[in-house]
């Protein structure tokens, strides 16, 4: 690794370490709590006071004015909220970079109300590399948990079951924080308070400087951090029908040389779901159908808990400490009913199925950051250690019995599963300027994990109980994963381009005490991005490429099978392969006074390609995931941002795709050739006496692969929001799912059997939410916060 880096450094400066232009260079922050100011105005005057050059400070603070000529000049500063700053200096023949450091801008008292008042970004922002959602400025989005949020962010979608898929492909990396997390893994984003979430990263197209994994790409949830000096925080109360309470306060603190932050959430959910199957099979040419009915009363208690502190040893130096905890306890209720009826459809037998299930989850974090920036612009080391850990345990309780053609109590049957995991994370990173428009940055991570299940299944036997169907094992799971990265980007003019490698090996070992499933598997992978852009004025076009890998889940890896329908059971597979993507997209991104425009085209070849596959077995369908030969996508995206009028803001996404799937499994060929569209139509209204207004519709045209069709998909959701006491408090109605169009209609069909379901998981869903927002400091100290350490 360490020599991989070093030859990409020495080519790197071999071809890009020249043709440098007259510039000058620096970074702008508060020069009081040492915070980088973005969108600063720079501006450079000659001798004569006639303006050289004009530009605005990044992201980051760091500025760079190039095209300059050689003399005595002066260098200004203008931002909303602080006063301007102005300071002379030179540019001296043969020395073409001129660095001025950190510029400090002291804030206007008399201005920073205006700011905190009238200063607002669009919930939706459009830009080239990423799109960013603010959760704040979204109506839908402040009842719910995470899955609403990422329902209302351009080019993702959440099913039902609350998998996520970006651009309709599932192979997503979700992120908390720029970090991997146990809170993204098992439907767990659903424990999220909304409240706690401050935006939404999407990145199709990752760097090196990210993990490979997702060939989708990756979607990265930030969650809120104290932004105001002194005291201050919100409580947040939520009620709904179905019930969904929710309580969740939070309260900070902030100084000069420390940051406190802490959300909670308290919370009590039901859910109803209605599950219908007809089905046809084919017995030694005898014909039978069945009609099947699943009632789900599923109900939700959670707490989570998240705390922290930055403290700033110095101006250059700051060390975060954070925990979180989320624990949940799920009771759950279903009841079955089975029709099964001869090949005339006259009446054979009916069965019924009563289930209730009992799960608790507790899940830990502890997590560390120490960042060091340096007085060189840009340059910053950070080193980051999380540690993991989570036990859960389910038990479910099963009684069956015949009505018809006689009744009938079958022996009951119990299960049980108690799984445990540990996950240590370790992971530096440090960026090195070059000059002031090259940057290299180079960084090493190593994740290693080590899971635990075990699984029992049990009959009744009169008085006692006894294993049934032989299912009883222990599994271990152990993972590690070591990577290494480096990258190095540059500007030419109009032209910009950024260029990384990445390494990533993995070793896994799947071991269980029957020594069913013992397996090992080692691959090392080379993980090349590129990334070009030009900008034009008012736009930017852009191409990049990279390589990324999709790693099974444990959910897909377990073979352990729930034995709720008697019908139908998914079982995981062991022996599942990663698949590996080679990702190419082209994008445009415009913008005018009122409108955003925002096209790209993709194209991405997966190898390895991952899909279930559905088989009958003994009466039994057992759904698996499996290997195909590989998966070509092709398709092109559309999204754009309007807004006409200052109280109206109108967002549009479509996205077409056309896809290519070659492969085989037990024989059945399984090629296919298919094409699908998804399209979004979001508005947000801002009414007379400080009322808002959102609708938001969404559709997924119908999909099929070999076996599976799945039928169109549409939702309607609307909230309405006032806000109350001097904008002190907020009263917002919300409705999801209205009028309950969101219903997964599907078909498979294969040599001897024919199935037709429609699965409503979550019924239409109506909240009122209260919150009451409270900062115990005088508004002239509010700063901006320190944001380095949890991005």
Request: glycine share 6%; charged share 20%.
């Amino acid at each position: 690794m360490k020599n991989l880096i070093t030859c990409i450094l020495i080519l790197f400066f071999h071809l890009f370490g020249h043709s440098q232009q007259i510039s000058v260079s620096g970074k702008v922050e508060d020069k009081t709590t040492k915070v980088a100011l973005p969108y600063v105005t720079v501006s450079v005057k000659d001798s004569s006071l006639k303006t050289v050059v004009i530009g605005v400070t990044d992201d980051k603070g760091i500025f760079n004015l190039e095209g300059l000529p050689i003399g005595k000049m002066t260098i200004s500063f203008s931002f909303m909220g602080y006063q301007n700053y102005a300071q002379p200096f030179e540019i001296i023949s043969g020395r073409p970079k001129t660095e001025l450091g950190t510029i400090g801008l002291s804030t206007d008292a008399v201005q920073l109300n205006a700011v905190e008042i009238n200063g607002q970004k669009p919930n939706i922002s459009l830009k080239l590399d990423k799109k960013v959602f603010e959760v704040g400025k979204d109506v839908l989005s402040q009842n719910g948990s995470a899955h609403d949020v990422l329902n209302g962010v351009p080019s993702v979608a959440v099913s039902p079951t609350g998998s996520v898929s970006l651009r309709g492909n599932s192979s997503v990396l979700v992120l908390i924080n720029g970090r991997q997390s146990g809170l993204t893994q098992n439907n767990a984003l659903d424990q999220i308070a909304a409240d706690q979430i401050e935006r939404i990263e999407v990145i199709t197209n990752p760097s090196s400087r990210y993990d490979a994994s997702g060939s989708a790409g990756i979607i990265n949830i930030i969650l809120k951090k104290n932004k105001k000096s002194g005291f201050s925080g919100q409580v947040r109360l939520v009620a709904g029908s179905p019930n969904d309470s929710r309580l969740n306060p939070s309260i900070n603190y902030k100084s000069e040389k420390i940051n406190i932050f802490s959300n909670f959430s308290i919370r009590s959910s039901d859910y109803v779901g209605l599950y219908t199957t007809n089905q046809s099979t084919m017995n030694n040419g005898t014909l039978s159908y069945l009609n099947h009915v699943q009632n789900e009363d599923r109900h939700d208690d959670g707490k989570l808990i998240y705390f922290g502190a930055d403290y700033f040893i110095d101006e250059h130096r700051t060390i975060t400490a954070a925990f979180l905890k989320n624990a949940t306890k799920d009771n759950d209720k279903t009841h079955l009913l089975y029709n099964y009826n001869k090949a005339d459809h006259a009446k054979d037998s009916t069965l019924t199925r009563q289930g209730k299930s009992l799960e608790k989850r507790d899940y830990n974090q502890l997590e560390f950051n120490y960042t060091q920036t340096f007085k060189q612009p840009a340059k910053k080391w950070t080193i980051d250690v999380q540690y993991d850990w989570w036990n859960s345990d389910k038990d479910w309780n099963l009684s069956t019995q015949r009505l018809y053609p006689t009744v009938l109590k079958y022996p009951g049957i119990r299960t049980s599963s108690i799984g445990s995991s540990k996950d240590l994370l370790v992971q530096s990173d440090f960026t090195q300027p070059i000059d002031s428009v090259s940057v290299f940055e180079f960084g090493v991570k190593t994740e290693i994990r080590k899971v635990a299940s075990n699984f029992l299944a049990e009959q009744e036997e009169g008085n006692t109980w006894s294993i049934y169907q032989n299912i009883e094992n222990d599994m271990n799971y152990d993972e590690t994963i070591a990577s290494g990265y480096a990258q190095y980007s540059n500007k030419k003019g109009r032209f910009n381009y950024m260029l990384g490698l990445r390494n990533e090996f993995t070793k896994i070992a799947i071991t269980d005490v029957k020594n069913t499933y013992n397996d090992d598997k080692k691959y090392s992978q080379l993980f090349p991005t590129v990334n070009l852009s030009y900008k034009f004025d008012a736009a930017t076009l852009q191409l990049n490429y990279s390589k990324r890998i999709n790693r099974p889940s444990l959910y897909a890896l377990y073979p352990f099978n729930e034995l709720t329908d008697l019908n139908s059971q998914y079982i995981g597979n062991p022996d599942l392969n990663p698949s590996f993507t080679d990702v190419f997209e082209l994008a445009f991104l415009k913008t005018w006074k009122t409108f955003t425009l925002n096209p790209s085209v993709y194209y991405q070849w997966e190898s390895g390609y991952i899909q279930d596959f559905t088989y009958r077995e003994n009466d039994i369908f057992f759904t698996t995931p499996i290997n195909i030969q590989h998966e070509i996508r092709s398709g092109a995206e559309l999204s754009t941002l309007y807004n006409p009028v200052k109280w109206l803001q109108i967002n549009m996404e479509m996205n077409f795709y056309h896809f290519t799937q070659k492969g085989s499994y037990q024989e059945e060929n399984l090629d296919y050739k298919g094409q699908t569209f998804t399209g979004r139509l979001n508005t947000q209204i801002k009414l007379p006496v400080k009322f808002s207004f959102q609708g938001r519709y969404n559709f997924r045209g119908a999909q099929q692969n070999a076996q599976t069709k799945n039928d169109a998909l549409q939702s309607l959701d609307f909230g309405l929001s006032k806000t109350l006491l001097k904008d002190k408090a907020t009263l917002v109605f919300d409705v999801t799912n209205a009028f309950n169009l969101r219903q997964n209609k599907s078909t498979t069909t294969g040599t001897d059997y024919y199935i037709a379901e429609n699965n409503i998981p979550n019924a239409a869903r109506y909240r009122l939410s209260f919150v009451y927002r409270f900062n115990l400091t005088d508004p002239k100290a509010i700063r901006q916060a320190n944001s380095a350490n949890r991005n």
